[in-house]
């Protein structure tokens, strides 16, 4: 399958703070997800990007399809204890129809 | 978005048997896929359920160790077989609709093999 880095791996940040994780691919997808998971959960959609250069926002969330379509990131605005998980980019290279994960992004915010 | 059943949601397993993970989906969609998360780590994806057909298998996933049926739009099982420790994992089914611009999650089958 298709093999996508996410960095950083891990963040460990106050409350408040923003947040940024980004995702690149060796090759070029169509649609990139951001997924959130919680323990014991399935992934939760976030976000979801369709072209090159979309910039979505859900709430504090913004996301971004990057322009070559290797590579996409996820910003979280004005962290709070909520926002604790682990954070997952997806992506779907064309033609298929499989998407395919990063490798996440476990996320920590401090009181 | 979908409402995604899987059973179970965990199992403890005795080594050399199978195990049937079912999902079940509350309106038809077009793509079923079936995952693999390994504790701690990301989601690998096992196959897609293609509806009335063999399932298309990733590198490193055969057929024989996880059968996977789709008898309809709105229903698959993934089998485990010849189980071993090294199948302890998380099991999840996602589902996609027309476009398959989306993917949607269950809340997976959390297996053990002792």
């Known amino acids: 399958g298709q093999q996508l880095n996410q960095s950083p791996q891990s963040m460990f940040i106050q409350e408040g703070e923003d947040v940024s994780m980004n995702c690149t691919s060796s090759s070029i997808f169509n649609t990139w997800l951001w997924y959130k998971q919680d323990p014991g959960e399935g992934p939760v959609l976030l976000i979801a990007?369709?072209?090159?250069?979309e910039l979505t926002s859900n709430g504090r969330l913004t996301a971004q399809f990057g322009i070559t379509r290797k590579d996409s990131f996820l910003n979280i605005s004005a962290s709070i204890p909520s926002d604790v998980g682990i954070y997952f980019c997806a992506g779907r290279p064309p033609p298929g129809n499989q998407f395919y994960f990063g490798t996440g992004t476990s996320l920590t915010v401090i009181p | 978005s979908a409402v995604i059943s899987q059973k179970p949601s965990r199992d403890i397993c005795q080594r050399g048997t199978s195990l049937t993970i079912q999902c079940q989906v509350d309106?038809?969609?077009?793509?079923m896929f079936w995952y693999r998360q390994q504790p701690g780590q990301s989601l690998t994806l096992i196959a897609t359920?293609?509806?009335?057909?063999?399932?298309?298998?990733e590198s490193g996933f055969v057929i024989d160790k996880f059968p996977i049926s789709r008898p309809n739009l709105t229903f698959s099982t993934l089998t485990v077989s010849n189980m071993s420790p090294e199948d302890s994992s998380i099991y999840l089914c996602s589902v996609a609709r027309v476009g398959n611009t989306e993917a949607f999650f269950g809340q997976g089958t959390r297996l053990t093999v002792v």
């Open positions: 990007l369709y072209k090159a250069g």
């Open positions: 309106s038809q969609v077009t793509m």
């Open positions: 359920a293609n509806q009335g057909s063999e399932a298309t298998y």
